[in-house]
């Protein structure tokens, strides 16, 4: 019969290897690997995890097909900068860094701007007020300016107000202050459709 002593000890091993592989799964720990490997697997399985994501961040600031053209630049800026890599954040949050700079680097060419703060003052789409509640929250979304469309989108993907900062390369209180906007218009826009239910 096996004593208490050795129970013990053969638990804490138990849980000290499952710890590890859940550790070693995880996207931060994935892309430490292809840093050093170069494994393609790996870099799939880290598309796998976070390119709807991206996606679907993209397409809230840009058309489809730039969403689409940004998403696939992304990947291969991964592969090219997999190197300059450093595990001490989100691997997310680097990746949605690498495409915001990308997509803000094909707004200043397509429209010649001389400063990111264009960008940000750019109106959304002018907005009407039918449909179901997901197509109308859709068009309340894209009715807001850029930067607070950005800064509300990011949030919604789980990044903190300093990641949000990092992303978009902002101060800390500006990110705090295009959400207070963003969220106060959505509500506005909301409760007017659909009454307190959705506010």
């Not at 096996?2 to 290897?17: D, Q």
Request: charged content about 25%.
């Amino acid at each position: 019969m096996e004593s208490t002593p050795e129970k013990g000890k053969r638990l804490t091993i138990n849980m000290m290897v499952k710890s590890w592989f859940t550790l070693s799964s995880t996207n931060e720990s994935l892309m430490t690997r292809y840093s050093h490997s170069g494994d393609q697997a790996l870099l799939v399985k880290l598309y796998d995890a976070c390119g709807d994501d991206l996606y679907h961040f993209l397409l809230t600031l840009s058309d489809s097909s730039l969403a689409k053209d940004i998403c696939q630049k992304t990947w291969l800026k991964v592969m090219e900068k997999r190197h300059m890599y450093q595990d001490s954040g989100l691997f997310k949050a680097w990746l949605f860094t690498l495409a915001r700079n990308l997509l803000m680097d094909e707004y200043r060419a397509v429209q010649r701007l001389s400063s990111i703060d264009n960008v940000h003052d750019l109106p959304g789409e002018t907005l009407d007020m039918s449909g179901s509640i997901l197509g109308v929250f859709d068009k309340a979304l894209m009715s807001l300016p850029f930067a607070q469309r950005e800064a509300f989108c990011l949030q919604q993907e789980g990044f903190s107000l300093k990641e949000i900062a990092q992303i978009t390369h902002s101060e800390h209180e500006t990110i705090k202050s295009r959400l207070r906007y963003a969220k106060a218009t959505l509500q506005v826009l909301l409760k007017d459709f659909a009454g307190d239910a959705y506010v």
